[in-house]
């Protein structure tokens, strides 16, 4: 055994007794929280589904963490510090960090379990992200990273990247821009380390079974089936300033169906679970079984796009669609936790303290016309050669009262433009699947912010972006936001503002309404932390009385 491993077991040692015998009584108890279906993929630089996400970032440590509120503290990293240009960042680890999974087969456990987190595993999970056969759904966040993008496209060497260990315990990061996100981005659940010996023991798994994973965090997953539960309990190996006083976590999978939909909210107020995603309607039942809740306007639906289709793809024709909305038409009808938006980053995002949408405002110029519509529309059908588009369709969920709303959307086409669709239902995770597809020609869909920047939606129409859904392009848009990288506080804000005006004029995607998330505890419940970003849900300080 070597020396640094005999450390870490010690040190977990040491960490369990601690906190075993201190007479806490709200430690180590186990917490149960709802999740919509199973995970079939926990590898963090490859898994996009948000609850996947949420349970890893459960069970990894990165460099920092990002808090409910926007702020960035620090996790493995110490300290760090910037070269005099910017493009430099060079990150010191907390050596007391080590990885482990109590469920491993026993041989590989004792060639694991203890061995220390370092440098390495920080190159090694950013160096896989830009893997040119299979590049990372989120590799487009790091392009500012010295030959990422060279790399991902097969025109640059591995090695180059502009990651390195210097030794065991320092991280450096060169870039080729400046990138005032880099800490943000380095907080996000695809930034984990992932230590290469391990993965390449897994031949090819890695993630996708509990006897392919490895964690460094205050939770290992202990049981992994998408028929009932996943449960996460305390990584024994895990070290950290601050100790982890929920024992663990029991995720049930309360999928649902037509016919017999899941009731999280019930099963809450029943006293099954601890902690909720509550609708609106149910916060009186909530506070009158003496329960608290937290909320976030965390959440942007919007009519989408695809914009790979030819009539979608000119912009005249996507701006007379959008005159032609008369949001006033919504109000009688939302529920209360929805309200109407011209605008695109909720107001959830903020960047030094202060929420995008208070710096920039709520209202834009792409309002109600049915002047421009029909000018826009006339101009763009000219164009195209065409005399009528090839709508036929807006895909909806079935949730809310989405349906009828997108029905006073289909209105306003049919009025001013005599453009005719009809109206298709489906689950949220159906039509989210048919538009990462690419089948489809417009949707209603939720957009949020994975970390607390306006770039965190915006960059999802960038050229680049794996995750552009649309297919939009914009060279001028994209400068926009490289831009932002150099520039912080109200610089970056305007700089933003300028980038949404631009893709709302160019109306990819057309702002219809804000939602509100509601996140109730038990009346005995604290210390869960929840999130308007995709850190969702994190249970390490949760206690009950």
Known sequence: MTKNRLLALLLA?????????????????????????????LDPQFATDSTARMIIQNTFEGLFRQLPSGEIEPCLAESYEVSADGLTYTFHLRRDAAWGNAKLPRAVREAYNGTPVTAHDFVFALSRMFNPTAPSPFAGSFSSIKNAELIRRGAAPMDSLGVRAT????????????????????????????????FRSTKARYGLDLKSLLFNGPFGVTSWDNESAVTLRQN???????????????????????EAPADPVGRFLAGSTDACKVNYGALPAVLGADGAYESFEDVVWVLAFNCRDEALANAEIRRALAYAIDRKLFDQYLPENLRVSEMLVPPAVSLLGESFRTFAGENSE???????????????????????????????????????????VQQGWQKNLAVYTGLVKLSEAELLARVASGNYSAAILPLSASYSSPGAVLADFSSAST???TGYGNADFDTLLAATASLSGQEAYEVYAQAEEMLLYDAPIIPLFFETSY?????????????????????????KK
């Open 167 to 198: 030794d065991d315990y320092t991280l450096e990061i060169t870039l080729i821009r400046q990138d005032s996100l880099l800490p943000e981005l380095l907080a996000a659940s695809y930034a984990m380390p992932c230590n290469e010996d391990f």
């Open 366 to 408: 792409l309002l109600y016309s049915p002047h421009l519509a029909k000018q826009n529309f006339a101009s763009g059908l000219e164009d195209l050669g065409l005399e009528k588009i090839p709508l036929s369709e807006i895909l909806v969920p079935d949730t809310y009262n989405l349906p009828l709303l997108t029905g006073f």
């Open 467 to 469: 995750q552009n859904l």
């Open 13 to 41: 040692a040491v960490f369990l007794f601690a906190f075993s015998g201190c007479g806490d009584k709200t430690a180590g108890q186990i917490f149960k929280y709802d999740i919509p279906s199973g995970v079939h993929n």
């Open 236 to 258: 024994a190996f895990y070290s950290s300033p601050d100790p982890v006083i929920a024992g663990g976590v029991n995720l049930y999978i309360q999928p649902g169906s037509p």
């Open 519 to 543: 996140y109730a505890m038990g009346p005995d419940v604290s210390g869960i932390e929840f999130s308007p970003f995709l850190s969702g849900v994190y249970f390490k300080y949760a206690r």
